[in-house]
């Protein structure tokens, strides 16, 4: 998977494709293609914006709290998700509905080898470790 470096240098960006929570008439997923930062410090796998769960219907699962990066807590509801990862469908993914910027973090990056140019514009590359 290939991202890029924001312009000002402050973030790493990557997309993703998320899958519709139940395939079509054809046996085919409805696909989004989502960019979203890489966030190293989020221990969970995928926080989308709550539009795309309503468009793509994932199952809601319950609630759970969470420690934001300035220490506060919020509680954040949580839904399994369908993502397509190192070329293959993954259907496990617990994914965060919040506020802001799609995340990408930890527990999907689990496997993978990240690598940063971290400049203006670098490269950003996941590929699945072997």
């Not at 410090?41 to 989308?48: E, K, R, T």
């Not at 699962?61 to 934001?68: F, K, M, N």
């Not at 999907?108 to 940063?116: M, T």
């Not at 950003?124 to 470790?129: F, G, R, T």
Request: aromatic content about 6%.
């Amino acid at each position: 998977m290939l991202g890029a470096v924001t312009a000002d240098g402050a973030e790493p960006r990557l997309f993703v494709v998320v899958l519709e929570g139940s395939s079509g008439a054809g046996g085919e997923y409805d696909r989004v293609e989502v960019e979203a930062v890489v966030d190293t410090g989020f221990d969970g796998a995928l926080q989308l914006p709550p539009d795309i769960f309503r468009r793509l219907g994932h199952p809601y699962e319950g609630s759970t709290r969470g420690t934001l990066a300035d220490g506060s807590e919020a509680w954040f509801d949580y839904h399994t998700g369908k993502v397509l990862w190192h070329g293959a469908e993954r259907d496990d993914v617990v994914v965060i509905a919040g506020d802001g910027d799609p995340l990408v973090g930890m527990a999907l990056l689990g496997g993978s080898q990240l690598q940063v140019d971290v400049v203006p514009g670098g490269s950003v590359v996941v590929e699945e470790l072997t």
